[in-house]
């Protein structure tokens, strides 16, 4: 149940519900260490990463080592699955089979970090219900677009609590920082949760990177604005603060100002 703004508890609850942005990567690339970290860091932000247990120490790839101090940095390290398989697709058929895909990457990944993971984010946005169940058997939360909706759509977000929040998805891969930075009014003039996803940041000229990707430059100007924006129109929080925001569960932890902690 939502926590009610009374005189004792009004300024968390007007914390919890204020706007929000999210950074989510997924994959699990080296330049989440080389360039998204320090950035963040340096704005004083954290953000969710999902790496693909299975890559680590890949050429490409984050290591253990660079994923460990990411989460004692204070930022988020979750799941995107040990493969990178679709979970919808027939190598899961096998309920054992899907079972242990969850449950290696979390292990692999806590054990990489030594902390606990809380939330995966599946591969290609593979999801129905039975992975839903699967998936909250082994996890606190998933983080997924919904069936039907794309990455630029609005939707209205329910938890298994009962509490309800507009969440928007936005992909801010190739975008140019204008309409990024529309992507924060919105945000600010709607109310509302938005994840912006993309996969890496490359060092790159602005829109000469991947199809999957953000420029360095462009992310530098956008922690530059949204951090014009805070902590009064606007807060940036993991994906686990998030969720926790919307299901009215105040930790003093991830309500601190402090975006780096180490515990």
């Known amino acids: ?17 204020k706007p929000m942005i999210t950074f989510r990567f997924d994959d ?29 120490g890949e050429s490409a790839s984050l290591t253990e080592e660079q994923v460990r101090e990411m989460a004692h940095a204070g930022q988020e390290i979750g799941s995107h699955t040990h493969q990178h398989i679709d979970l919808t697709s027939e190598t ?18 806590e054990e990489a970090t030594g902390k606990e993971v809380y939330g995966i984010t599946p591969p290609n946005h593979g999801y129905n219900e039975r992975i839903d169940r699967f998936i909250h058997g082994v996890y606190e939360y998933s983080s ?19 509490t309800q929040r507009n969440t ?11 309409r990024l930075k529309d992507f924060v009014d919105e945000t600010i003039e709607k109310k509302v949760w938005t ?6 940041i490359d060092d ?18 956008l922690l530059d604005y949204i951090n014009t924006k805070r902590p009064h129109e606007v807060d940036v929080v993991t994906i686990r603060e998030g969720v926790r925001r919307v299901q009215g569960i105040p930790d003093p932890n991830l309500m601190s100002d402090d975006a780096y902690y180490d515990k």
């Open 28 to 56: 699990g690339f080296v330049e989440d260490y080389d360039n998204a970290f320090p950035a963040l860091k340096a704005a004083g932000m954290r953000a969710s990463f999902y790496p693909i247990s299975g890559r680590f």
């Open 144 to 162: 997924v677009r919904p069936e039907n909706h794309s990455a630029s759509q609005s939707m209205q977000y329910y938890t298994r609590y009962g």
């Open 92 to 109: 899961f058929e096998n309920d054992e089979d899907l079972m242990d895909e969850l449950i290696k990457s979390k292990t692999l990944i």
């Open 204 to 221: 790159v000229p602005p829109l000469e990177e991947g199809a999957y990707d953000l420029s360095l430059e462009t992310f530098l100007q």
């Open 168 to 178: 928007t998805t936005q992909t801010i891969s190739r975008r140019e920082i204008d």
């Open 195 to 200: 994840i912006m996803h993309t996969h890496k």
């Open 1 to 17: 149940m939502l926590i009610p703004p009374t005189s004792q508890n009004n300024a968390i609850y007007q914390k919890m519900m």
